[in-house]
């Protein structure tokens, strides 16, 4: 091989060195501007990331300058622009040292901590805003502290919503404790999940299971703790102290409370505790109290009911108020239609109610019938004792009368010493022996005894019947007094009816 074949081979064998040599420094150019693309794919990512976050993030080097740092960390702090951020350092910003950020910045890098802390800081706005920094040390490649990294939670809403809620607990406190009516919370909230726990094992129905488990009652009601009761509560129950109360009210173990607990219970199950309704209570000190409870749960306790407010609104003089107006309506009434002296029934009622007793035989064929009957001699009991004695004397008979009556029967004052007695389903025999029964007690009784004397009494009685003797008012009343009027005739102190005079 000549001097001239041996440069060339070098030559080309140089060239192809240098063409592999060019290809490997394009595929890693290549590379290269791949990777290029991809870190800044990945570090736009990073910058929405940032820029989206719903929190702010900040990152500082050891010496406190902010290096990064996102749009939503850039709306509290008092710059604009990112380009502002880069002067800023968190060791001698003002907003984090008076806020103490600052400090907690130090110790998160110097100690290497982590670090959550609630500050008060000025709003770029003019107001304040509640931040709470998360802050975490970051470590380099060789694992030294490089700065830190902090996640900041605006909880301005959350602070002051904390704030309502406390200031609203408490301004609900004071309305509870000064309210004007009882009031008391309860926590069902044991009870609800014992239940809950019940049903889970297979019980159905639990009025049933307390009907079989009547133990199970007090075990349930001891599972309802008692919050708080107002002075109100207290005084209702005539308690001298919350002391007092808390031991003889709630620790009660009687029928009425067992009576309670067989209605709270099954309601606590369903979680239908809101109700109304009238209560007869005994206080401390044994007095009768007539209630109108409500029990409401309290808006936001709906699932376990742990706070049950009942009210107590004490309506004993209302209730004894109506009792006391329907007495009067009562006696307004049986003055229309009572005979002053006597107390029976007078003319009036004897009129009205005869023609419906009438009406009702009619419709049903039954019998009725009345007694017509007046004492023998009673003008010789005037004359002897006065008409005083003699008013007490009739007040004692219809007394008698009255005594051997039971409902729908009725004794009527007639006139004076004069009676009338209707028998409603009464045929004649069963109205002859009703007038025998009144004719014996009052021959078997001593009058005016009370009043210093001991008179004896006789009376006469007459009886017609519906419809054998008459088929309306007039012709029955008429039809008694005829026969009253013939037993006068034959001698006095005997009982007749209309049909046996008829056929003398």
Do not use: W
């Amino acid at each position: 091989m000549d001097i001239a074949s041996a440069t060339r081979d070098e030559l080309l064998t140089e060239v192809e060195t240098l063409r592999l040599r060019l290809a490997g420094m394009e595929e890693i150019e290549a590379r290269a501007g791949r990777a290029e693309e991809a870190l800044k794919a990945l570090e736009e990512r990073n910058r929405m990331l940032r820029n989206s976050a719903p929190v702010g993030i900040l990152i500082v080097d050891l010496d406190g300058r902010i290096t990064r740092i996102n749009r939503r960390m850039l709306e509290v702090l008092p710059c604009s622009t990112l380009e502002e951020t880069r002067s800023l350092n968190v060791f001698q910003e003002p907003c984090f040292l008076e806020s103490g950020v600052a400090e907690e910045f130090r110790r998160c890098v110097e100690q290497r901590l982590r670090v959550v802390t609630d500050r008060l800081q000025p709003d770029p706005a003019g107001g304040q805003l509640y931040l709470r920094y998360h802050l975490s040390p970051i470590a380099d490649g060789n694992g030294l502290c490089s700065g830190a990294i902090a996640f900041v939670e605006d909880i301005t809403d959350l602070k002051l919503t904390g704030e309502a809620l406390r200031e609203s607990t408490e301004r609900y406190r004071l309305l509870f404790r000064s309210a004007p009516i009882a009031l008391l919370e309860r926590d069902a909230s044991d009870l609800k999940a014992y239940l809950d726990g019940l049903r889970a094992s297979g019980v159905t129905d639990i009025q049933e299971y307390l009907r079989l488990h009547p133990d199970e009652v007090a075990h349930c009601m001891s599972k309802v703790k008692t919050v708080d009761f107002n002075d109100s509560f207290l005084a209702l129950f005539e308690g001298k102290s919350r002391e007092e109360l808390s031991e003889g009210f709630f620790q009660v173990n009687t029928e009425e409370f067992y009576r309670l607990a067989l209605e709270i219970i099954p309601l606590v199950a369903e979680g239908k505790v809101s109700q109304e309704r009238e209560r007869i209570l005994r206080t401390l000190r044994g007095n009768r109290r007539t209630v109108l409870t409500k029990a409401l749960v309290v808006s936001g306790y709906e699932d376990t009911l742990s706070r049950i407010v009942i009210s107590l609104v004490d309506i004993t003089e209302r209730k004894e108020a109506e009792e006391a107006l329907r007495a009067s309506e009562q006696r307004y009434r049986d003055l229309a239609i009572r005979d002053n002296l006597t107390g029976l029934y007078n003319t009036r009622h004897l009129y009205r109610s005869l023609s419906e007793h009438l009406g009702a035989c009619e419709r049903s064929g039954a019998y009725l019938s009345v007694i017509f009957m007046d004492l023998d001699h009673f003008k010789h009991v005037v004359d002897s004792y006065g008409h005083l004695n003699g008013s007490r004397a009739v007040q004692e008979v219809a007394a008698t009368i009255q005594a051997s009556l039971e409902e729908p029967a009725y004794a009527v004052a007639y006139a004076g010493d004069e009676f009338i007695v209707v028998l409603p389903g009464y045929g004649q025999p069963e109205a002859r022996a009703k007038a025998e029964d009144i004719r014996s007690r009052i021959l078997e009784t001593v009058y005016l005894r009370d009043h210093g004397f001991a008179v004896r009494l006789k009376a006469s009685f007459g009886i017609a019947t519906f419809p054998d003797h008459a088929g309306d008012i007039t012709g029955l009343l008429g039809a008694a007094d005829r026969a009253l009027f013939g037993v006068k005739g034959k001698g006095r102190d005997a009982v007749e009816s209309y049909l046996l005079l008829a056929a003398d």
